[in-house]
């Protein structure tokens, strides 16, 4: 590719921009992580992070995708042959219940539209059936990152305890944790799973799963095989701030670095922080005469939109032309979304001018693309950005 000059726009739903903070703080020598430097590092990082999930119990962190944490959480909890339920919510929920059925557990799949979030109310169906206890968890993506819908997980908890039934909670958080509210603790989740590169800010690399001491005590008895993702060498080894085996060192310095940040900008306010942009793009494709692939605003993303092209339009021809034109990286459309939708990542380290910029990108796009759409999305942006309203 020719000299492109000025920074890369990276707008996917992930990985997100690297703040230069956390840049420099990776840039450093790698130390010995069984020595005192490292101690301190390790019981810094493994307490802080449990604010981020609003948790007061461990998080376990793995070099690994989130595609890692999905592993760990399924196979420290479950046996082969056990039964879940899971939702038919987008192509990452797809993904990872084919993870599951290919470790030999059984799933229960609750039909759904992926355009909207789940729903409380199928599941009680589902677990009022299940007299014998023989489901033993409930497998859910709290922000679908294929089509940007985001999904009540106290309504999922409030759904399991209105039927009174054990199944663990296993959430995915990878799109949310650090960019919309999320509460591990007071949901009552016992797996959550989350990555490094959206809201951490970080590049890919670490993948975590915060626990409950439910989960705790069910992967005493969980009969999957496990060996890297193993929850209780880590644990044993975290007591005393260390790793089983060689941790991703330098991605822990930029952890710990990340860890800062959010809390020098005050967790809430990121939230606040994410509605505001999130809003200023919803209102600019709503201005487009677009059609944000979320169907109900109360289910919508703040750390991405996904939005339709009209029908005969090509999404993935914009995004060739906001790559090629712009230097500007939009995400895709994933499975049977691809050339339908394209997404918009406004999650991580973003602000006001920024997000400004990229939705001029998208703009200048659609009409290289000649894809139909009204003028006065960015004076939406503007007139919503500068009233300062959230
Ligand atoms: N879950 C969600 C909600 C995601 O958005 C992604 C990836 O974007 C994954 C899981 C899979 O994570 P990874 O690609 O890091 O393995």
Redesign the pocket.
């Known amino acids: 590719m020719s000299f492109r000059s000025g920074r890369h726009h990276l707008h996917i739903?992930?990985p997100t921009n690297i703040p230069d903070r956390i840049l420099r703080a990776i840039n450093r020598p790698t130390i010995d992580h069984r020595g005192p430097e490292f101690l301190e590092l390790g019981l810094e990082i493994l307490e802080g992070l449990k604010g981020v999930f609003k948790t007061s119990d461990p998080v376990c962190i793995f070099p690994g995708?989130?595609?890692g944490g999905?592993e760990a959480s399924l196979v420290n909890t479950l046996s082969s042959g056990d039964r879940i339920v899971m939702f038919d919510q987008g192509f990452?929920a797809t993904a990872w219940r084919k993870m599951a059925q290919s470790l030999g557990v059984e799933v229960d799949v609750i039909t759904g539209d992926w355009r909207r979030g789940v729903d409380g109310k199928s599941l009680i169906e589902k677990l009022s059936t299940d007299s014998q206890h023989e489901i033993k968890a409930v497998a859910v993506?709290h922000?679908?990152?294929s089509g940007g819908v985001t999904s009540r997980i106290d309504w999922i908890r409030e759904a399991i305890d209105t039927c009174k039934h054990p199944a663990l909670l296993i959430v995915?958080a990878?799109?949310s944790l650090g960019s919309i509210d999320y509460r591990h603790e007071e949901w009552g989740v016992d797996v959550t799973i989350a990555?490094s590169?959206k809201g951490l800010m970080l590049p890919?690399g670490l993948c975590f799963n915060a626990l409950s001491s439910k989960a705790i005590a069910a992967s005493q008895d969980a009969g999957l095989a496990r060996v890297v993702w193993d929850w209780r060498p880590m644990l044993a080894a975290n007591r005393e701030g260390f790793f089983p085996y060689t941790p991703s060192t330098n991605l822990l310095y930029g952890l710990h670095e990340a860890l800062i940040m959010l809390e020098e900008e005050g967790l809430e306010n990121v939230f606040v922080r994410h509605q505001r942009l999130a809003e200023a793009t919803r209102q600019t494709v709503s201005a487009w005469g677009l059609e944000i692939f979320c169907r109900d605003s109360a289910e919508y993303s703040n750390s991405l939109t996904a939005v339709q092209v009209p029908k005969g339009s090509d999404a993935d021809l914009l995004m060739q032309i906001a790559l090629k034109d712009f230097d500007l990286s939009l995400g895709t459309g994933l499975g049977k979304l691809q050339g339908k939708i394209f997404r918009i990542g406004h999650l991580g380290s973003l602000n006001e001018l920024t997000l400004l910029g990229v939705l001029c990108g998208i703009e200048m796009s659609l009409q290289i693309a000649n894809i139909p759409f009204r003028k006065g999305g960015i004076n939406a942006a503007l007139e919503f950005l500068r009233s300062r309203k959230c």
């Open positions: 739903p992930g995708s989130g595609s999905w990452f993506v922000n679908e990152t995915d990878v799109s990555a590169q890919p």
